[in-house]
């Protein structure tokens, strides 16, 4: 039996769906936030990553100042000094302070293996000198300079990695390596990057025969042994 005289209970008022689940200040800015940020908070939370990062971006950041880092310019040699074993850097003395320096190396021969053997004198210290005048270079092959950030002292050596066949400072040549090695890398991504993006979206957008002979290109290119093809460009290419 139906009962109109029953009173109606429904609010009139205007409902917000947010009032049935609140969000405290932190979790709205979770939610609320780009995919940028997100990836951001991830990554800060990934010490090892962190820590990477800082390494790859000091490597980088040396290659803009290559001849200020080296003590030694790209092509010094030492033939006083060939195959010669790293020098240690000391600060202590005779049990007094000095600052930074490494030992004078003796050279001797040795007989039985006709190989040089370097042994530190320890009667000699030579103190290690910062952002001093040096061998002189180009600045990126532009600017004539001679100011490094660390030198030998004057009548000394400074090889804290040893030097080649050829009496060049390891360390200055791995240093001017670097900066073609990481160079390169970021070119060749680069341009992997540009022209997947131009092929790749080419055989997208009209498909078809376009699409089939752009993946059967690639597929044949793919197909060659990647070594081989270096060395042919290697030969291909001059010295300089």
């Not at 290659?63 to 040699?77: D, G, I, K, Q, S």
């Not at 009667?123 to 490094?148: K, L, N």
């Amino acid at each position: 039996m139906r009962n109109d005289n029953v009173a109606h209970f429904v609010s009139t008022e205007p409902f917000d769906p947010g009032s049935a689940a609140q969000l405290s200040p932190e979790q709205e800015r979770f939610y609320l936030a780009s995919q940028w940020k997100l990836m951001w908070w991830k990554f800060k939370r990934h010490r090892v990553a962190v820590v990477s990062a800082c390494i790859l971006l000091a490597m980088y950041g040396s290659t803009l100042v290559t001849e200020f880092l080296a003590p030694y310019n790209l092509h010094a040699r030492h033939t006083d000094f060939i195959y010669a074993s790293p020098q240690r850097v000391h600060l202590f003395h005779d049990g007094h302070f000095v600052g930074p320096f490494v030992y004078a190396q003796k050279k001797s021969l040795d007989m039985a293996t006709l190989r040089r053997v370097y042994t530190p004198d320890r009667t000699q210290p030579r103190p290690v000198r910062f952002f001093c005048a040096g061998d002189p270079y180009r600045f990126w092959g532009i600017v004539e300079m001679s100011f490094h950030f660390v030198c030998p002292a004057q009548d000394g050596t400074l090889f804290l990695l040893g030097t080649d066949r050829l009496g060049r400072d390891v360390l200055s040549r791995i240093l001017y390596g670097a900066r073609i090695s990481l160079t390169i890398g970021l070119i060749g991504i680069a341009l992997s990057f540009t022209l997947g993006l131009v092929i790749g979206g080419i055989a997208g957008y009209y498909g078809g025969w376009v699409d089939m002979t752009v993946q059967r290109l690639i597929e044949i290119i793919r197909s060659f042994p990647e070594l081989p093809l270096w060395m042919a460009l290697s030969a291909v290419l001059p010295v300089t």
